[in-house]
């Protein structure tokens, strides 16, 4: 199995900005994506934005403009930089990797960010 943990999430005033960080205890290799998930108060858990094996990404139409997805296959991470941020961001935020054809599906434990005047 790998262990997904993010870190960098908190409170922070609108309009501001936070990176978020997920580290996997080992390196995956083949063809995966690597991905951010949030879930808010009552609502049910959307995707935020995705990154795949060479670089392509995909955002949803929220956040599109004010996140950055990335990633690091030397150091097994990956990072969601948050700008403009706004109220409606505040989720519990999950990293998330998948494998090619079902192979298999990690998540991390989630990282608060509350977005608070």
């Known amino acids: 199995q790998v262990q997904l943990v993010e870190s960098g999430g908190g409170l922070v005033q609108p309009g501001g900005s936070l990176r978020l960080s997920c580290a996997a205890s080992?390196?995956?290799?083949?063809?995966?994506?690597m991905g951010w998930y949030r879930q808010a108060p009552g609502k049910e858990r959307e995707l935020v934005a995705y990154i795949g094996s060479i670089g392509t990404t995909n955002y949803a139409d929220s956040v599109k403009g004010r996140f950055t997805i990335s990633r690091d296959n030397a150091k097994n991470t990956i990072d969601l930089q948050m700008n403009s941020l706004k109220p409606e961001d505040t989720a519990v935020y999950y990293c998330n990797i998948k494998g090619a054809y079902g192979t298999y599906n990690y998540w991390g434990q989630g990282t608060q960010v509350t977005v608070s005047s």
């Open positions: 080992r390196r995956l290799l083949g063809i995966n994506t």
